[in-house]
Each structure stands twice: as structure tokens, then as C-alpha cells.
């Protein structure tokens, strides 16, 4: 079985100060591993993914994630935050199944807030 | 690309209704799924579908919920005999084969 973990609940930063979001995943082989991005009353946008090849995975928005295979994390950067970044974050897991489902676990998601 | 529609947006009903809400996926996607996601928690799986066919099915869809995509393209979740704990934010997602999943922008349900 797999799973995501999220460190903190909320993440309280300035603007233009670095934005670090923490996961942390268990899974029995390397996985695929996300980033969404969920801003009020809307649906989840693709920020980045990490499937296979360059372990610094770079995304929109200014993003980044680097996977540590001997930390099982995925932790999420943005050196500058931005007042638009304030969001609900999700990082989540899928299993390398051939020809499977390919059906993501989710974390229980982090709040970005932003100050001005 | 239009992306994944979902309507309604919000739906409001009595405890015992039966709702339906229905899910347009990206027009070339041949996957669809369903999640279900309350507050403070990310989106859980409920179904998927691979064109017309139901591959999947969560243990969290009890046998009041129901979803059908009979001819491959939108898709219809039916919850029967709506309880409290249904209120929730119902997400459609859509992907070409294995490619990661584009959302739409969900269904609210309330329960009164």
C-alpha cells in the first residue's frame, strides 16, 4: 500500500520569501509522484510530476520538487512566493503498475498562506 | 480543449433524495474518475472508467452511489437515499491513458 504524508497542515510565509511545502510518501517501489494546486472553489491543477529520469523536477508557476529516493520525500520549493501562491497544495503518489490504473493516493493537502 | 466540466456546480438537498451530477471529460480522454473530497482532506478515489467500461470501484462507494458512462464520453454519478455524511465536494477527472489527470472544478453537494 502506499501513502502520503504532509507536513503541516498550513505554511504561513511573506511575500518573496521561499516557499518550502513538505511530503513525505511510503511506497513499497519508487512511485510516481505530484504536486496539485487547488485554489477556492475550483478543481486541482497539475503543478508537477516526477516520473522517471532528473530527480529536480521543475513545473509552473516557478516551482520545483526534488525526489530523494533515501528520504521518500518530494518536497515542494518556490524561492520568491507570490501573493497568487496562496493555495491549497496537495502532493500524491500513484504506483508504477504496467498497463494499471494508475490511481493517485492524495496528502491531506497544505495551505499556503502569503503575507504581504 | 474545453477541459472537464462538471454540473451543477452546487446542489442542495433534503436528507433521503436521490442526486445525480454529471461529468464532461476532455473530449480525447479515454479515462474518467470520480473522488470525493471533504473539507481538510484531499480528493479520494471513488471509480474510474476506461471509455465506456467501469475498471475499478473504491470500497468508499457504497451501494447507494452509482456511476455510469455509457457511451465513453460524459459520465453520471447517481447517489441514492443521500445521507449527511454525503455532503461533500464530488471531483470528475479525465486522462489520456496513463497521463496524469486534468480536474474540473467539482460538484458541491449540501445535505439539509
Known amino acids: 500500500a502506499q501513502s502520503v504524508t504532509q507536513l503541516g497542515s498550513h505554511v504561513s510565509v511573506s511575500e518573496g520569501a521561499l516557499v518550502l511545502l513538505r511530503c513525505n510518501y511510503s511506497s513499497s517501489v519508487p512511485p510516481y509522484l505530484f504536486w496539485y494546486v487547488q485554489y477556492p472553489n475550483q478543481g486541482l491543477q497539475l503543478l508537477l510530476k516526477?516520473?522517471?529520469?532528473?530527480?529536480l523536477v521543475k513545473g509552473i508557476n516557478g516551482f520545483e520538487a526534488e525526489f530523494k529516493k533515501s528520504e521518500t520525500s518530494f518536497h515542494l520549493t518556490k524561492p520568491s512566493a507570490h501573493m497568487s501562491d496562496a493555495a491549497e497544495y496537495f502532493c500524491?503518489?500513484?504506483?508504477?503498475?504496467?498497463?494499471?490504473?494508475?490511481?493517485?493516493?492524495f496528502g491531506r493537502g497544505t495551505s499556503l498562506i502569503v503575507h504581504p | 480543449d474545453t477541459g472537464v466540466s462538471q454540473d451543477p456546480r452546487h446542489k442542495i438537498t433534503k436528507r433521503g433524495q436521490n442526486v445525480t451530477f454529471r461529468c464532461d471529460p476532455i473530449s480525447e480522454h479515454n479515462r474518467l474518475y470520480w473522488y470525493r473530497q471533504t473539507l481538510g482532506q484531499g480528493p479520494e478515489f471513488l471509480t474510474y472508467?476506461?471509455?465506456?467500461?467501469?475498471?475499478?470501484k473504491s470500497r468508499l462507494l457504497s451501494d447507494r452511489f452509482s456511476a455510469e458512462r455509457p457511451k465513453g464520453s460524459f459520465s453520471t454519478l447517481e447517489i441514492q437515499r443521500t445521507e449527511q455524511g454525503d455532503s461533500a465536494m464530488y471531483l470528475c477527472a479525465s486522462s489520456l491513458d496513463l497521463q496524469p489527470q486534468h480536474f474540473g472544478d467539482g460538484t458541491r453537494l449540501s445535505i439539509l
Open positions: 500524491a503518489v500513484s504506483p508504477r503498475r504496467g498497463g494499471g490504473s494508475y490511481i493517485p493516493t
Open positions: 516526477y516520473t522517471t529520469g532528473a530527480t
Open positions: 472508467f476506461q471509455n465506456e467500461a467501469q475498471l475499478e
